[in-house]
């Protein structure tokens, strides 16, 4: 709880956590997706031609597994080795904090695009539970993609990126656990008209030109 007096801030409450308190909450586009659908490529795009912080919920958890004396680095390299959703309060955690940190360097910096989040259940009841009323889930970017180009992209981009799930071990997995756990939840966001659909399966151009249609239209 934050202590205020007329004329300052207690000194016990850290001035800059004062000043995010002031500022907008934080305004969030999901951008869902299977693995392979340019999801990562379109936020590039979309954070040079408008106002978004990208976080990537996927990236997030990849820093925290490499980063040394990390509590819970082996536990996320093993939900990544066996293909599996690691525990929201994770991945919420590592969220808000990065959204605390842009807001902190710049409070003009409230505009999200967190992708590849929510993934399952588990992440939407823990976001609505840790989040509610501290951020505005605007809508759903849901890139729409066939498994098999899925596939082809993730195994291209494997060659170079380096990321040890972009494998033919780990991929079916992976997409197992799309259609299994993150396509119920991109339904459950449609029936509350929030979901908005790209055709991820064209050129990087071509999909572009739609998102900037929606994000236009979004304001």
């Known amino acids: 709880m934050f202590v205020r007096f007329v004329g300052f801030v207690s000194e016990r409450v850290p001035r ?20 392979g ?41 093993k939900y990544f080795k066996e293909g599996k959703i690691v525990p929201a309060e994770i991945t919420i955690d590592l969220l808000k904090r990065a959204m605390e940190e842009t807001m902190k360097k710049d409070e003009k910096k409230f505009r999200f695009l967190i992708d590849g989040f929510p993934r399952n259940e588990d992440n939407h009841q823990g976001w609505n539970s840790v989040m509610d009323g501290k951020a505005d889930v605007k809508f759903v970017l849901f890139f729409d993609c066939t ?21 033919r071990e780990s991929l079916p997995k992976r997409i197992q656990t799309f259609l299994q756990s993150t396509r119920p939840i991109i339904d459950l966001y449609q029936t ?28």
């Not at 795009?45 to 980063?67: M, P, W």
């Not at 180009?149 to 170079?160: F, H, M, P």
């Not at 399966?201 to 994000?215: A, M, W």
């Open 16 to 35: 800059w956590l004062y000043r995010v308190s002031l500022m907008m909450k934080p305004q969030v586009v999901f951008v869902l997706g299977g693995p």
């Open 37 to 77: 659908a340019g999801k990562g490529t379109q936020c590039s795009k979309i954070i040079e031609n408008y106002n978004y912080t990208h976080l990537s919920a996927g990236d997030l958890l990849r820093a925290e597994k490499a980063r040394e004396g990390s509590e819970c680095g082996q536990l996320i390299a």
């Open 147 to 167: 498994n098999e180009v899925c596939i082809d992209r993730c195994l291209e981009r494997g060659k170079s990126s380096g990321r040890p799930d972009d494998n």
């Open 192 to 219: 509350q008209g929030k979901v908005r659909t790209v055709d991820a399966s064209r050129s990087v151009d071509e999909v572009f030109t739609d998102v900037k249609t929606i994000l236009d239209k979004e304001g």
